[in-house]
């Protein structure tokens, strides 16, 4: 969608200061920021890079997983169940930490 129409606002100083740092906070450009609450949408901080290393090492640990659970599986290698359950609860982790910064 091409935004075509233009409308200006004046803030304090502060005003602008909070805009800029509440939007720096949540990724977003001060405009994007605005669109967002617009909209309706809760914005809440970007996840840190930790959070985002985090997220990406336990979606490989439930990959790695994912794949010797189908490796094994015909084999009666290890105990198939246990090691489903393990995978669920790797999904399940993921899930709590995009969550707490998605609101999803």
Known sequence: MKRTREMKIRFTQEELDMLTKKSQMAGYSREEFCRQIL???IVKEAPSVEVLQLVREVRRVGYHMDQ????????GLV???RLRKALEENRMVEKQIIGAYTGV
Not at 68 to 75: D, E
């Open 68 to 75: 010797i659970l189908k490796h094994v599986n015909g084999k």
């Open 39 to 41: 909209n309706g949408a």
């Open 79 to 81: 105990d198939v169940s």
